[in-house]
């Protein structure tokens, strides 16, 4: 039987303790260390210590089973989905609250003093090498959803003001609450100004309905929440250069995920600063890239991403990201007020001609683009590739600006039956030549050094993985008329993009759309907006299908009319 994580399991004995033996007099300076004697005394005669809450991350139900009878709670403890942590966790990580299997418990505990108490048991379910490893790395290094719950004993709105008065005045901010018809109670969260008793929130439950309370109390929050999502928002410069400069350091190749290692010999093995290390490793805490443990610092799943021999590392993007694409958008008010590009201005090139005369910085942003190389996972799948896997005669597909050949790889390896064509400029191709040749597929691909105008004719599928979106619309005319020339009427393309919705929603390709006009000068772009460029060469969009991390394959043909002869269109070449 697959087993709940043993800092879950932990953290859940731990919790269960705390319950059975908190005294709440005791708990309340703890919590507000400012209180009076008389404050103390105001509260501790109104509420009382109810349950402390946590969340959990088992790969299934049975696991969360043997985890609470392994920390002597009852395992038979009725579950029920969790409407109000689901939704917080959909939101706080841009996630599908569909996605998100949360359920909660509450098993029966009693206190010091008999009286009887509970563990609020949250778990969302993470099957090994689910996607929500990464969440899951994030929750348990902030504690979101740990709190603890005083119940208020013979409320009245009067009393709940009161109680609303003296905390907020001692710092701990409104945070949400509500009314729940099914019980007949009032919850008030608030967030406290410090964490004593290892928790940040606390929540007054009441039992009955206080609308005028609680109206006042969410008013009260929304205004401390707007201000603290603002100021989250304005230092998130400060998350980008945190992460990247682990990476340049080599701060993720020097932990373990299993071991922790003490700052001393980190900071000796990185030729760092101790104690400024020692501040940055505390921020990656924070941000779920690492974890602090008695004995030092592990490296979170998430951190591991940042490691530079890791499959599927992350750790190029972070470099660009962190390095001269971070540069570029400290001159984003050029680009708003003028339509120029920032990277331009502030380089006097293009990103690509810039890339292109410093090698090591071209090999980092080749890597950088493998770095995103999740979403290529369904295309080998995609019903265009396998048709043409599995005609009499295998086809072939030529990957256009195919980059390091990330790509046409798993193409070629998903079908051994597929031969595949690489254009693209010098450098880049004998990178892809030395990948292929390590996939073992390199005997079925051939190489094409050249210009976008040189896409090799009469192939069966032809591909433009994020080509598009470097390039104004009058290049990608030019680009998909040269396209539509060398394809034979069977022929189909496959452009992989992240498309901007049509409605409005909230989407990656919102963000790098901005990404790609302070430094390419080009944009992402609605379907609509493809399918009048494919048009305009000649060509018709006929679906789309969507794929990991916001990307999209869109899958299009030749039109029965002719394709028409170019226009005067600038000549669009792959960067040199």
Same mark, same amino acid.
């Given at each position: ?37 008389? #404050? ?69 505990? %009693? ?36 709190? !603890? ?18 905390? %907020? ?13 099914? #019980? ?54 400060? %998350? ?136 290529? #996972? ?70 094409? %050094? ?16 994020? !080509? ?109």
């Amino acid at each position: 039987m697959m087993a709940t994580p043993p800092d879950d399991i932990t953290e859940l004995r731990a919790t269960a303790e705390f319950v059975r033996t908190q005294d709440t007099a005791a708990l309340l300076p703890l919590l507000l260390p400012d209180l009076d004697e008389a #404050e103390r005394q105001a509260l501790a005669a109104h509420c009382g210590l109810a349950h402390a809450a946590l969340l959990v991350f088992p790969p299934d139900d049975a696991a969360l089973r043997a985890a609470l009878a392994a920390c002597d709670l009852p395992a038979d403890t009725p579950s029920f989905p969790s409407v109000v942590v689901r939704h917080r966790l959909a939101a706080r990580h841009g996630r599908a609250e569909a996605d998100l299997d949360v359920r909660i418990l509450h098993p029966r505990v %009693t206190g010091p003093d008999g009286e009887p108490r509970t563990v609020e048991v949250c778990a969302l379910t993470v099957p090994p090498g689910s996607e929500l490893a990464g969440l899951a790395a994030h929750e348990r290094a902030h504690r979101h959803e740990a709190h !603890v719950a005083l119940e208020v004993e013979q409320p009245n709105a009067l009393l709940l003001h009161g109680l609303r008065a003296l905390l %907020t005045r001692h710092g701990a901010a409104p945070d949400g609450g509500g009314y729940n018809p099914h #019980e007949n109670g009032t919850v008030l969260y608030f967030t406290l100004p410090a964490a004593q008793a290892g928790y940040r929130r606390v929540e007054l439950h009441a039992h009955g309905n206080y609308p005028g309370v609680l109206a006042d109390h969410l008013a009260d929050g929304g205004a401390h929440r707007s201000a603290e999502t603002l100021l989250h928002l304005l230092t998130g410069a400060w %998350t980008t250069q945190a992460l990247a400069v682990s990476a340049r350091l080599g701060l993720p190749d020097a932990l373990d995920t299993a071991t922790a290692t003490d700052p001393r010999t980190l900071a000796r093995a990185l030729g760092a600063h101790q104690e400024s290390l020692t501040t940055l490793l505390r921020y990656l805490t924070m941000l779920g890239a690492v974890t602090e443990h008695p004995d030092g610092y592990r490296l979170t799943e998430l951190g591991a991403l940042l490691r530079a021999d890791t499959p599927g590392s992350m750790r190029a993007l972070a470099l660009m990201y962190g390095g001269p694409f971070y540069q570029s958008f400290a001159a984003l008010d050029h680009t708003v007020r003028t339509g120029e590009a920032a990277f331009d201005h502030l380089f006097g090139e293009n990103h690509f001609d810039h890339f292109a005369r410093e090698p090591e910085l071209a090999a980092t942003f080749d890597q950088s683009m493998a770095a995103g190389a999740r979403m290529f #996972e369904p295309v080998p799948a995609h019903p265009v590739v396998l048709a043409a896997a599995g005609a009499p005669r295998p086809g072939t597909v030529v990957d256009i600006a195919g980059g390091n050949g990330e790509l046409l790889g798993r193409l070629l390896t998903a079908h051994p039956g597929l031969h595949g064509v690489l254009l693209e400029r010098p450098h880049a191709v004998e990178a892809a030549r030395r990948r292929l040749d390590a996939l073992g597929c390199g005997d079925r691909a051939d190489y094409v %050094t050249g210009d976008f105008a040189d896409v090799p004719a009469g192939a069966d599928v032809y591909v433009l993985s994020r !080509v598009l979106h470097d390039w104004d619309d009058a290049r990608c005319a030019e680009i998909l008329r040269h396209c539509a020339r060398a394809m034979p009427a069977h022929a189909d393309l496959l452009i992989l993009e992240r498309v901007l919705p049509a409605d409005g929603s909230t989407s990656l390709a919102t963000a790098w759309d901005l990404h790609m006009m302070c430094n390419t000068g080009g944009r992402e772009r609605r379907a609509d907006h493809y399918a009048r460029l494919l048009a305009d060469a000649g060509l018709q969009l006929l679906d789309q299908s969507p794929l990991p991390l916001g990307g999209a394959v869109l899958h299009a043909r030749r039109a029965a009319a002719a394709v028409p002869h170019p226009a005067a269109a600038p000549e669009a070449r792959l960067p040199a």
